[in-house]
């Protein structure tokens, strides 16, 4: 488990280089068999720009202040606090304080809560995005430590199911947001315009022909349509997109300047930029640890 510590590298290789800024750290393993991912890291300032995962998280603060923007406001959580994120809430991450903060994620596949919830998740969301349980934020804890120690599969499920089992009571039929939000439905053009970034996102196309293709009068009524269902701009819209398969792309393995092409970004080089900003880590190292290479070793407190 990561605890706060004195290391003073951030994302790591086998050979502790350091290829992100000094102080930061990040680590990051997954566990196959599962599909659970675990991460713990440590920021001092600024940790990642706006994203969303396919997962639903479920993190832990172990030390500092962990400032992050999520369902329209900024929020705060402190050490022994649990952070509920749904799969595709979008969300940032900064330090608020020179000592920064400390954290573990965990991210949970979405047919695991679909299995865990009968096979039916379609109108379940968390009721908080901030909550004060013990129990879950040692589940989490175990659960991640677990996953970092390559623990025997059979304790590693049952961390799963313990998180999980915990899980129940912070789950609501209103997806956590309130039922009047949730019932008012897209605009017809920014529905439109969502479906063709998710068909399209690894093209090229600007404002002009997207507002021609999904039915606006123009460019300006499309943004400003999109903006008001969705919370940001197409082109926002369409990098997390990008990132989202970029990531899925690296879980299978496929290396960085292949996986940059496939998910629409115009080289490496432009996804790595786009990568670090979005998540705090370059593409490479989120690869490495997808292939269970270490990041770097937790810091002992």
């Not at 004195?6 to 050979?15: E, L, R």
């Not at 507002?211 to 940001?232: H, I, M």
């Not at 080089?269 to 670090?276: A, P, T, V, Y």
Request: charge should be neutral; charged fraction near 25%; proline fraction near 5%.
């Amino acid at each position: 488990m990561f605890v706060a510590g004195h290391a003073t590298n951030s994302v790591m290789t086998d050979n502790a280089r350091p290829i992100a800024g000094p102080r930061d750290q990040m680590r990051l393993k997954r566990d196959d068999a599962t599909g659970l991912e675990a991460v713990a890291a440590r920021f001092h300032s600024h940790a990642y720009d706006m994203h969303f995962h396919d997962e639903w998280l479920v993190g832990v603060t172990h030390a500092g202040v962990q400032d992050f923007f999520c369902r329209g406001r900024r929020r705060q959580s402190t050490p022994g606090r649990v952070i509920l994120i749904e799969p595709g809430e979008r969300h940032d991450g900064q330090a608020v304080a020179a000592d920064g903060f400390a954290y573990n994620m965990l991210y949970m596949p979405q047919a695991l809560i679909r299995d865990a919830m009968g096979g039916n998740d379609a109108h379940i969301g968390f009721r908080q995005t901030l909550a004060d349980d013990k129990e879950l934020f040692h589940a989490v804890a175990r659960a991640c430590e677990a996953i970092f120690l390559e623990a025997p599969r059979l304790m590693i499920e049952d961390c799963r199911d313990r998180v999980t089992n915990h899980l129940f009571r912070h789950l609501s039929p209103h997806m956590g947001h309130d039922a009047a939000e949730k019932a008012a439905a897209p605009h017809p053009v920014a529905a439109r315009t969502m479906d063709y970034l998710r068909a399209r996102f690894d093209e090229e196309f600007g404002l002009d022909e997207l507002a021609e293709a999904v039915g606006a009068a123009d460019r300006f009524q499309l943004s400003r349509g999109f903006r008001r269902a969705y919370g940001t701009s197409p082109h926002a819209c369409l990098v997390q997109l990008r990132l989202a398969e970029a990531r899925r792309l690296l879980r299978e393995k496929v290396p960085p300047a292949e996986a940059a092409a496939l998910s629409g970004f115009a080289d490496q080089s432009h996804m790595g930029r786009w990568f670090r900003r979005a998540y705090g880590m370059t593409p490479a190292a989120y690869r490495r640890g997808r292939t269970n290479v270490p990041e770097i070793a937790a810091a002992k407190g």
